[in-house]
C-alpha cells in the first residue's frame, strides 16, 4: 500500500523557516517524480514545487523561488521542503505529492494527509 | 501560466442526476488535464487522468471528455458520497495549475 506521511508543520512567525518532511513506503520512491502542493481556504490547490527521481531537476511555482528548497533522500525514501523568510501567505495545509507519468501525461495519483504550516505572530 | 477556469463554482442535485462540470483552460493543453474528488478534511483523489481514462477503483459512473481547451466531468447517476469539491488541473506546463473547484451537494 502506498503511504505517504507528512510532517513538520506548525506555527511560525513571519520570516522564519520551517523544514517539512515527508515518509514514502508501499513503491519504489526512486522511480517517481515527487510535489509539494498546499491549499488554502482562499486560493483553493495550488502547486508548489517538484523534483525529479534523481534529484537532479527541481521546480518552483514563482512566489515561493528564492526561499524554499525542494529535496529528496532516496536511501531514506524521503521528499522534504525547507522553506525560509516564510510570509502570511504562506499559510497552508501542504501536500506531498506522488507523480506517476506515463507516456508524457502525469497526473497526481497519491496525496499525504497533508501538514499544516500557519505564518502568524 | 496557464489558468484553469471551472463551472458552475458551486451545484445542487438530486441522487441519480446527471452532473456535469466544466474546465476551460487559457492555452491549448491536448489531454493533459486530470480530475479530482475532495471530501472536507480529506486529501484530493484522482479520478480521471489524461482528460478521459478513470483511475484504477474510480466508479464507471464518472467520466471525461474534452481536448484542447475544453473539458468536462460528468457524473452519470448522482449518489450521496459523490458530495465533495471536484477540481480540474493542466500537467500540460509547469507550473501545473488547478482550477477553482466545483462544489457538488446532494439536494
Known amino acids: 500500500e502506498v503511504q505517504l506521511v507528512e510532517s513538520g508543520g506548525g506555527l511560525v512567525q513571519p520570516g522564519g523557516s520551517l523544514r517539512l518532511s515527508c515518509a514514502a513506503s508501499g513503491f519504489t520512491f526512486k522511480n517517481y517524480w515527487m510535489n509539494w502542493v498546499r491549499q488554502t481556504p482562499g486560493k483553493g490547490l495550488e502547486w508548489v514545487a517538484n523534483?525529479?527521481?534523481?534529484?537532479?531537476?527541481?521546480y518552483y511555482v514563482d512566489s515561493v523561488k528564492g526561499r524554499f528548497t525542494i529535496s529528496r533522500d532516496n536511501a531514506k525514501n524521503s521528499l522534504y521542503l525547507q522553506m525560509n523568510w516564510l510570509r502570511g501567505e504562506d499559510t497552508a495545509v501542504y501536500y506531498c505529492v506522488r507523480d506517476n507519468i506515463d507516456q508524457q501525461l502525469g497526473r497526481f495519483d497519491y496525496w499525504g494527509q497533508g501538514t499544516l504550516v500557519s505564518v502568524s505572530s | 501560466d496557464i489558468q484553469m477556469t471551472q463551472s458552475p463554482s458551486s451545484l445542487s442535485a438530486s441522487v441519480g442526476d446527471r452532473v456535469t462540470i466544466t474546465c476551460r483552460s487559457s492555452q491549448n493543453i491536448p489531454n493533459y488535464l486530470n480530475w479530482y474528488q475532495q471530501k472536507p478534511g480529506k486529501a484530493p483523489n484522482l479520478l480521471i487522468f489524461?482528460?478521459?481514462t478513470l483511475q484504477n477503483g474510480v466508479p464507471s459512473r464518472f467520466s471525461g471528455s474534452g481536448s484542447g481547451t475544453h473539458f468536462t466531468l460528468t457524473i452519470t447517476s448522482l449518489q450521496p458520497e459523490d458530495s465533495a469539491t471536484y477540481y480540474c488541473q493542466q500537467s500540460y506546463r509547469t507550473p501545473q495549475t488547478f482550477g477553482q473547484g466545483t462544489k457538488v451537494e446532494i439536494k
Open positions: 489524461g482528460a478521459s
Open positions: 523534483i525529479k527521481e534523481d534529484g537532479s531537476d527541481k
